[in-house]
């Protein structure tokens, strides 16, 4: 049995998309025990594929000259991830099309396709339409992680199979290390001017919240989950930035992989983060975290699993004061561990339909 899991990856410096790797694998691997999981990514592919630009798949497809439908025959199961949120054409419409490509050709070349549990749309665009709504009409399986998921994938004229939740339920516990009070994620993304948030009132918001922590006598510790890299999405930079301003009034955990952010975040009392998998990988090990929104898939996803604790960027100082206020008041470590079991069930759930399908 082999599986190639598309757009994730255990060797990616953004920890979610190693978070998505390590959920699809661990649950194939309850599935069908002896699954070999191959993990296909813009930075990690082999040599059968050509994806740098539309043409060379196209070239590929039609010549022959490197065996990708070769390769693509070799797998009893393509699993797609779409790295969590890009079925949509928001992050470019080139990116979409190179995505949905692919999965077109592994559907040609006869092999099972799933859409795993991920964001459905937005599109903006009616060739970002047409291609979401051909992947999805061609698709043994599909899957989505929130409600709203549900309704884009219903418009476009295709019905999940299920509402899941994402795939970072699907792993594992980690053993919790210790020494940690409160971690705050801050985002490389949104630091600088980005198209999500306005980067001034970021950084203010960000700098009001280490203030408030720091005069309630909570300990706090930057927690980057995109590690550093030549690309300049990552939390790095920002961190030891921070950790240097406030001049050892505050911590850094510079994580070295998956399994050290989640130990990390599972023995801390709260995290607050800006990275969605930041807050993701902590209310999957029972950790309340407070999300910081800026895209349409934070909320409807921790709503479905009952946990409310997500806000966008607003008037920073009192968005600042909310934050410390539910970060230094009563426990949410129940409500957290309620959240993360209900995760896991929807995860779980899927389970029954792989064995049907193979």
């Not at 060379?56 to 390769?71: A, D």
């Not at 006598?217 to 980057?224: A, D, E, K, Q």
């Amino acid at each position: 049995m082999r599986a190639v899991v598309l757009w994730a990856s255990d060797a990616s410096t953004n920890l979610g998309v190693r978070a998505l790797a390590r959920g699809s694998r661990d649950l194939l691997r309850r599935v069908w025990p002896d699954v070999e999981v191959e993990f296909v990514d813009f930075g990690h592919r082999p040599e059968q594929l050509r994806f740098g630009r539309k043409r060379s798949l196209i070239r590929e497809r039609v010549l022959r000259e490197h065996g990708m439908m070769t390769w693509l025959r070799s797998f009893d199961l393509v699993w797609d991830t779409r790295s969590g949120d890009s079925f949509a054409d928001i992050y470019g419409l080139d990116r979409h099309l190179k995505m949905s490509m692919l999965y077109e050709f592994a559907q040609q070349a006869g092999v099972p396709t799933v859409l795993a549990p991920q964001t459905i749309g937005p599109f903006g665009s009616r060739t970002g339409r047409l291609a979401a709504r051909r992947n999805m009409r061609r698709s043994s399986l599909v899957y989505a992680r929130d409600p709203a998921s549900v309704a884009a994938a219903r418009e476009l004229g295709r019905p999940v199979d299920r509402l899941a939740s994402d795939l970072v339920f699907g792993i594992d516990q980690p053993t919790p290390s210790t020494g940690h009070d409160v971690l705050l994620n801050v985002s490389g993304l949104l630091w600088k001017p980005n198209s999500h948030v306005d980067s001034e009132r970021y950084q203010r918001f960000v700098r009001a919240t280490i203030a408030g922590l720091l005069d309630a006598g909570r300990g706090v510790t930057l927690l980057p989950h995109v590690l550093d890299s030549a690309d300049h999405d990552n939390d790095v930079p920002v961190s030891r930035m921070l950790a240097d301003e406030y001049d050892g009034r505050i911590d850094l955990h510079v994580p070295t992989d998956l399994d050290d952010v989640r130990e990390t975040i599972a023995g801390s009392a709260v995290v607050i983060g800006s990275r969605m998998h930041a807050c993701l990988n902590a209310v999957s090990t029972g950790t309340p975290a407070i999300a910081i929104s800026y895209s349409r898939k934070f909320k409807p996803l921790f709503d479905e699993i009952g946990w409310p604790h997500v806000h966008a960027l607003g008037e920073p100082d009192a968005l600042a004061a909310q934050v410390v206020a539910t970060a230094t008041g009563p426990s949410l470590t129940a409500d957290a561990e309620a959240a993360r079991d209900r995760g896991r069930e929807a995860i779980t759930a899927i389970e029954s339909d792989l064995r049907a399908l193979l």
